[in-house]
């Protein structure tokens, strides 16, 4: 039978990828976050549950957004069939949006009356009324223009309009093709659709520009080569993306010093890649480089610190070092729990890896322990219908068959089949593994 893997990947909005590869022969690979993750779901909708709400509030109460506007956003997330595997990540960069949005309003809000309301109708969350006055501002100039064509498309993507905000992110190019922030965010959109192509075709323009107007080792080029990276990373060509990593990398160690977050991001990100072509002490290196530094620069308790730790401890578990895979695990789980409390989806998905490393070491009811947490956290937090619980569904199925008990693996296989096969569509890997487990322990019983 087969397990599913949760893994952590860490984003921050238009230039960086922090990546948590988890794969083996009897494993399926579920990436939490990232546009350059398949977190966009092809043959399935992820209906956010309305008991979100609150948990988004009292998460991200920290983060610098009013309670108001992150409510504004769990409306937004319940009312619309998001097509994302992890709330997680959608969270976080509708927050980097946000911020970005707010602060472009209040530079423009001393000299323009109607940005000032729009920035406090957005710190109240009242989406529609920032819209509504922002499309009253008339421009003096192209740059004026532009500047409100990008301010409007914020405020669709904040509203999950893509396709409305690409649209005004397209206008704002037209108005200005110098700025590549515009070009930029049509990338990201078209990552955050799965359409890797069109992303790869903007973030090119925006490389050629930057590299045009600021030479070859901005800071701007860096960003540049990372979200290359990261579409070709989407598409499937590993070492085509360590190529513009390793190129974001040299920028970055020569701009920054080798001990910024950036470096490690850019290390990062070349592990993860290294990982994926299955070189997994190749990426453990870069891994664990990036640990030093994030440990050194963000502290020993930072949640990139988790997110490094885990992928050090998938590499591991990959390599068949369970022992050494949990030690890094358990670390990541007590960062977790510290910095977000006992019950973060970030909690439930290190809970899930330790149970998923001892079901390798076949201390198959040790496993089952973890993976019940896992599944508790998970529910009362995304809801009964979200993929991740069909997640622990199957991983708890799988070691109740391993124990011989099959009756009980059939009961959990065939709940996580149904919100697999509601929420991701029958042709999803998840869904047919947990298929595949399913006839299998069928035919054991015959």
């Not at 957004?65 to 409510?71: I, Y």
């Not at 009312?79 to 911020?99: A, D, G, T």
């Not at 598409?235 to 910024?260: P, V």
């Not at 990036?290 to 998938?314: Q, R």
Request: charged share 25%.
């Amino acid at each position: 039978m087969k397990r599913i893997i949760i893994c952590g990947f860490i984003v921050l909005l238009c230039q960086f990828f922090y990546d948590s590869s988890y794969s083996a022969e009897n494993k399926i690979e579920q990436k939490t976050s990232g546009p350059n993750s398949p977190n966009v779901i092809s043959g399935g909708n992820t209906k956010i549950e309305y008991n979100i709400k609150q948990t988004i509030i009292k998460q991200y109460k920290n983060s610098g957004v009013s309670p108001k506007a992150l409510e504004a956003l769990a409306i937004e997330l319940g009312e619309k069939n998001v097509k994302i595997e992890n709330l997680e990540s959608e969270v976080k960069q509708w927050i980097e949006k946000y911020k970005e949005l707010e602060k472009l309003l209040a530079a423009g809000s001393s000299s323009n009356k109607l940005k000032a309301e729009a920035l406090e109708k957005l710190k109240n969350g009242d989406l529609d009324g920032a819209e509504r006055l922002l499309q009253q501002y008339k421009s003096n100039s192209l740059k004026e223009a532009a500047d409100g064509a990008y301010e409007l498309g914020m405020i669709k993507e904040l509203k999950l309009k893509y396709n409305e905000a690409l649209s005004l992110y397209e206008e704002a190019v037209k108005y200005d093709k110098d700025n590549t922030k515009y070009q930029n965010a049509i990338g990201m959109i078209y990552l955050q659709t799965g359409e890797y192509k069109k992303a790869l075709s903007s973030f090119e323009k925006a490389l050629e520009a930057d590299k045009k107007q600021y030479g070859e080792n901005h800071t701007n080029v860096a960003r540049d080569l990372n979200n290359i990276g990261g579409a070709w990373y989407s598409l499937g060509q590993y070492r085509e993306a360590i190529g513009y990593y390793e190129r974001a990398l040299k920028i970055d160690t020569d701009t920054f010093g080798e001990n910024h977050p950036n470096v490690a991001r850019d290390l990062n990100n070349i592990g993860g890649a290294w990982y994926s072509l299955g070189q997994y002490r190749e990426a453990i290196g870069y891994y664990e480089r990036a640990l030093k530094i994030d440990t050194d620069t963000l502290g020993e308790n930072h949640p990139n610190v988790a997110t490094l730790l885990n992928n050090i401890g998938a590499a591991w578990r990959a390599l068949g070092e369970y022992r050494k895979a949990l030690g890094y695990l358990e670390r990541a789980l007590k960062i977790s729990i510290d910095t977000l409390g006992e019950n973060h989806p970030n909690v439930a998905r290190d809970l899930n890896n330790i149970g998923e490393a001892w079901d390798s070491l076949g201390e198959y009811r040790k496993a089952l322990g973890y993976y019940e947490r896992a599944l508790k956290i998970h529910t009362n937090t995304l809801g009964e219908n979200h993929p991740d619980v069909a997640t622990n569904l199957n991983n708890i199925g799988a070691a109740w068959d391993s124990l011989g008990e099959y009756r009980k693996a059939i009961e959990y296989y065939e709940r996580a089949l149904v919100i697999a096969e509601m929420r991701l569509g029958k042709e999803h890997p998840s869904t047919k593994t947990v298929q595949g487990n399913l006839e299998a322990v069928r035919a054991k019983l015959r």
